[in-house]
């Protein structure tokens, strides 16, 4: 599960670090570190040779906030080994991304969605677009009229779910098998037609993705494409995004109405505080219901019972 990512940073960026992971700092002495700070669920071990190290599921995109004054380049990190042709924003194409692998609460939901190439610019129209520029409201709305106008097909895996599977699949390997499920149900339903292409919003380099879906029963292995920021590239990522950032949303908002208090996105040290009430009520039995388990913020909520 812990995957590591080690950047490499200027002086400058090193101090910078120094002073925003200060809050975070462990008391911890490694020889020739100049901090260890632990951030959510990620280990951050900066060296006095500018090394820095993030450890944990979460290492990737923690690591991510520095990757633009990091000496080394972003492609090692997540090779781009797709190149999309010039006109490929105007095909008709699968789109399909994932929600939830960071949050310690909710489920992981994944989509995956078909944007006609005539449909194009009435998605863009309404506003599909990169759902980090979106509020949550908005999201929701726009989740429903997306859901109106195109074929999609959403998996939600529930925590309890996510909890059984969680042991015999690492985060990467789950994320594949249910993009490529979400892609393979979509294709179906969409016969005979078919796309021009199947962009994926990449988290894993290609060879990595192609690796893990051979495990897979069914395989859906032709006209993919990786790329990072995806919904940059096609409107189909960024509907799909959309889509499944309000299926979350939605499990997040039912989980904080079942249990009668707000149950929080993220990782946070609010999850811990959230997760030591559950298990106050409960047990792990009842925060199986709720939480990603083999996450760091359990063990730190059963310290704070
Ligand atoms: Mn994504």
Request: proline share 5%; aromatic share 8%; glycine share 6%.
């Amino acid at each position: 599960m812990a995957q590591n990512h080690v950047i490499k940073v200027s002086k400058k960026t090193l101090a910078e670090m120094t002073t925003v992971y200060q809050p975070n700092r462990l008391n911890k002495t490694v020889p020739y570190t100049v901090f260890v700070a632990k951030v959510g669920t990620t280990t951050i071990t900066a060296y006095q040779s500018g090394k820095v190290m993030f450890q944990g599921p979460q290492a990737e995109k923690e690591a991510a906030r520095w990757e633009g004054t990091s000496t080394t380049p972003k492609k090692k990190v997540s090779p781009q080994t797709t190149t999309l042709p010039a006109d490929f924003g105007n095909w008709s194409v699968i789109g399909s991304d994932e929600v939830g692998n960071g949050s310690y609460f909710g489920p992981v939901t994944v989509c995956a969605a078909y944007v006609d190439k005539s449909m194009i610019s009435k998605l863009k129209a309404l506003g599909v677009r990169d759902s980090k520029e979106l509020t949550d409201p908005q999201i929701i709305q726009l989740s429903h009229v997306i859901k109106e106008l195109i074929p999609y097909k959403l998996l939600i895996v529930e925590p309890k779910k996510y909890n059984e599977i969680q042991p015999n699949y690492n985060a990467v390997h789950m994320k594949v098998a249910l993009h490529n499920q979400a892609i393979y149900l979509l294709l179906q339903e969409l016969a005979p037609t078919k796309p021009e292409g199947i962009l994926i919003d990449q988290f894993t380099p290609e060879k990595n993705y192609r690796k893990y879906v051979r495990n897979e029963k069914i395989q859906v292995t032709e006209k993919l494409f990786f790329v990072t920021k995806g919904e940059q590239y096609h409107v189909a990522v960024a509907a799909a995004s959309i889509i499944s950032r309000a299926a979350f949303l939605e499990e997040l908002d039912k989980e904080s109405a079942e249990l009668g208090f707000s149950v929080p996105s993220g990782a946070g040290s609010k999850s811990d505080q959230v997760a030591a009430r559950i298990l106050k009520k409960g047990g792990l039995d009842l925060l199986a219901n709720y939480a990603k388990l083999h996450f760091a913020n359990t063990q730190k909520a059963q310290k704070l019972l």
